[in-house]
Structures are given as structure tokens and as C-alpha cells.
């Protein structure tokens, strides 16, 4: 038993906000899963439904004793454009969050590459929604190092946001070459104060996240997506839990990528695993689910 459970990275969307090459790469998991489990996952069906709201996800939160979730919006909208852009789609998560004020902490989805766009839009959602955070994707195609990125880390370093950067594997139009956790070394030293959570910790490249990890006060991570090995290789999942123990116990943060593995592994089942498996103490578990994350956004 943990005393609270913060899982650190869910999204919510509906469809009309992401753009149709990204719904496509999204379901490729899917679809495989249609082939193995002749599930009978129709695309026509599934397309107009590719959402997660926040109603489903209060009840998903419930159903797995989840008390708070981060939410995560994901603006691929220079990939190519979506019906809904990055400004309306961000502000309906902001509204939609309004109406749970203790379980729902929305962060800004926005892509750097939107230049003076970007800074002024964060910094208006800050002042209007008291924004504690933003999350990036490199993989829409930025190198998280490039120098013409700079102005976009300091200023939210000026404003004390915390950082969440998609790190590891990306499909369809989405270009993995950008998300090497390394390429945030340059970042963190640039901007000390500056607190990035690179994502996917336990995944491709894990030991370049722990690398930063060991070497920046200011570097974190979560492990959502681990439980993309469960059912099937539960040893895998303890034995790269067991390296957060030993590695980095006060700066890894329990995460879900809700609703991402709800058709093959629920975020129920993957609090349960993570809080009842054998792989630390009771006291690490409650760092890794919720004393780590509260800390670093003073909650
Ligand atoms: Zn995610």
C-alpha cells in the first residue's frame, strides 16, 4: 500500500485535435493487436472515436486509485495541421481541468519550433490558468540542443515551469533521431534551474536519461510506457524498476501514458503491478508514485 498515487503522465484529447497522420502512426499499435487478437478494431470505427476525455479519464482514475493525473497535451500541429489548433485544443484542456481542481494538473502542450509564438502563448496560460509546466515532442522535428531553441528554455526557466520532453521510440511522421535524452545535457547546463522530466525512462536509450540524471540535479524522469512489456515479460518490467531503486530513487516519477495501453494493459493493472511487485522497499514506492513529483512542483 502507498499513502497517494500521482501519475505524472496522462493525455487527453479529442479527435479533431491531432492531425490524421498522427491518429494513423497512434493506432499502428492497434491494429497489430486487432491482427493477434482478431479484436475486430475497425478504423472507420475507431478514427471518430479517438478521444479521451476528461470525464473517461476521472473514471479511469478512479477504477485504478489514481488521486491526482498531470496532463500532457500533445501539439503536433507543424507536422501537419489539425482541425483544432494548438491554442483551442490547450485551452480545452484548461477547462475541462477547471472543473476537478484537486485531481487534474494540466501542463501546455507546444512545439519550441513556434518560436516567439510559443513563448507568448505559454506565458498567457501561465497568467490565465496558472500553468505549472509544458510538454515538448522533439520528435516533431527539433533538436532540444539547437541554439535557436534557447530563448523558448529560458523563458521557461524565468516562468519556473517544469519541462516534460517525450524521449525514445516515435512513428508514422514523427522522427525518433530527435529523442536522444543526451541531447538535453547542453539544456540542463545552459539552465540550471531549469527542472526537465525527460519521459519513457526504461525504454530505448535509457542509459543516456540516466546519465543526465546522475550528472544534473535538475534532470527527472518517468516511466510511463514500461508496462508496454506486461503482460507478457513481467521480469523485464522488475528488473528495470529494481534500476530506478538503485540508480535514481528521488528522481523518477510513476507515469501511465494513459490512454494509450488501456486495450492491452490497464492503468489498474499497472498501479497494481508497480505498488504490489517486488522490486523496493515501501519507501521508494512512495517516491516513485507521488513524494518525487510533489516535490519538484511543490505540491
Ligand atoms: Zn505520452
Same mark, same amino acid.
Given at each position: 500500500m ?16 491531432q492531425?490524421d497522420s498522427?491518429?494513423?502512426a497512434y493506432l ?5 493487436l486487432?491482427?493477434i487478437?482478431?479484436m475486430?478494431v475497425?478504423e472507420?470505427?475507431?478514427?471518430p472515436?479517438?478521444r479521451?476525455?476528461?470525464?473517461e479519464?476521472?473514471k479511469g482514475?478512479?477504477?485504478a486509485?489514481v488521486d491526482k493525473?498531470?496532463?500532457l497535451?500533445l501539439?503536433h500541429g ?8 494548438f491554442?483551442e ?6 477547462e475541462?481541468?477547471e472543473?476537478?481542481p484537486?485531481?487534474?494538473?494540466p501542463?501546455?502542450?507546444?512545439d519550441p ?5 510559443a513563448?507568448k502563448?505559454?506565458?498567457?496560460? %501561465?497568467?490565465k490558468w ?5 510538454k515538448?515532442y522533439?520528435a516533431?522535428g ?6 535557436d531553441l534557447d ?7 524565468d516562468m519556473e ?5 517525450h524521449s525514445?521510440a ?11 535524452p ?7 547546463e545552459r539552465?540550471p534551474?531549469?527542472k526537465? %522530466?525527460i519521459?519513457?525512462?526504461?525504454g530505448?536509450?535509457r ?6 540524471l546522475e550528472r544534473?540535479?535538475?534532470a ?6 514500461l508496462?508496454?512489456?506486461l ?10 524498476l529494481?534500476?530506478v531503486?538503485?540508480?535514481?530513487p528521488?528522481?523518477v516519477?510513476?507515469?501511465?501514458d494513459?490512454?494509450?495501453f ?7 493493472q499497472?498501479?497494481e503491478?508497480?505498488v ?9 514506492k ?5 513524494l518525487n ?7
Amino acid at each position: 500500500m502507498v499513502l497517494m498515487i500521482i501519475d505524472s503522465h496522462v493525455h487527453m484529447y479529442i479527435r479533431d485535435m491531432q492531425p490524421d497522420s498522427i491518429v494513423e502512426a497512434y493506432l499502428a499499435p492497434l491494429k497489430a493487436l486487432e491482427a493477434i487478437m482478431d479484436m475486430g478494431v475497425e478504423e472507420e470505427f475507431i478514427w471518430p472515436e479517438f478521444r479521451a476525455d476528461d470525464k473517461e479519464l476521472i473514471k479511469g482514475m478512479d477504477m485504478a486509485g489514481v488521486d491526482k493525473s498531470i496532463i500532457l497535451p500533445l501539439d503536433h500541429g507543424l507536422v501537419e495541421k489539425p482541425k483544432i489548433d494548438f491554442e483551442e485544443m490547450n485551452q480545452w484542456v484548461f477547462e475541462r481541468s477547471e472543473v476537478y481542481p484537486d485531481r487534474l494538473i494540466p501542463f501546455v502542450g507546444i512545439d519550441p519550433n513556434r518560436g516567439a509564438r510559443a513563448i507568448k502563448f505559454v506565458e498567457e496560460c %501561465v497568467s490565465k490558468w496558472d500553468a505549472k509546466g509544458v510538454k515538448v515532442y522533439p520528435a516533431n522535428g527539433f533538436y532540444p540542443q539547437d541554439e535557436d531553441l534557447d530563448d523558448f528554455w529560458t523563458a521557461m526557466e524565468d516562468m519556473e515551469l517544469v519541462v516534460v520532453t517525450h524521449s525514445g521510440a516515435a512513428w508514422g511522421p514523427l522522427k525518433e533521431e530527435y529523442c536522444h535524452p543526451s541531447f538535453y545535457g547542453a539544456v540542463l547546463e545552459r539552465h540550471p534551474s531549469l527542472k526537465i %522530466v525527460i519521459a519513457h525512462l526504461g525504454g530505448k536509450w535509457r542509459e543516456e536519461s540516466y546519465d543526465l540524471l546522475e550528472r544534473y540535479d535538475n534532470a527527472f524522469a518517468d516511466c510511463s510506457a514500461l508496462q508496454g512489456w506486461l503482460p507478457s515479460q513481467p521480469d523485464m518490467v522488475i528488473s528495470r524498476l529494481k534500476e530506478v531503486a538503485e540508480k535514481a530513487p528521488d528522481k523518477v516519477f510513476f507515469g501511465s501514458d494513459w490512454p494509450v495501453f488501456e486495450l492491452s494493459y490497464t492503468t489498474k493493472q499497472w498501479v497494481e503491478f508497480v505498488v504490489e511487485s517486488d522490486w523496493a522497499d515501501d519507501g521508494v514506492k512512495e517516491k516513485l508514485m507521488h513524494l518525487n513529483i510533489r516535490k519538484i512542483l511543490d505540491i
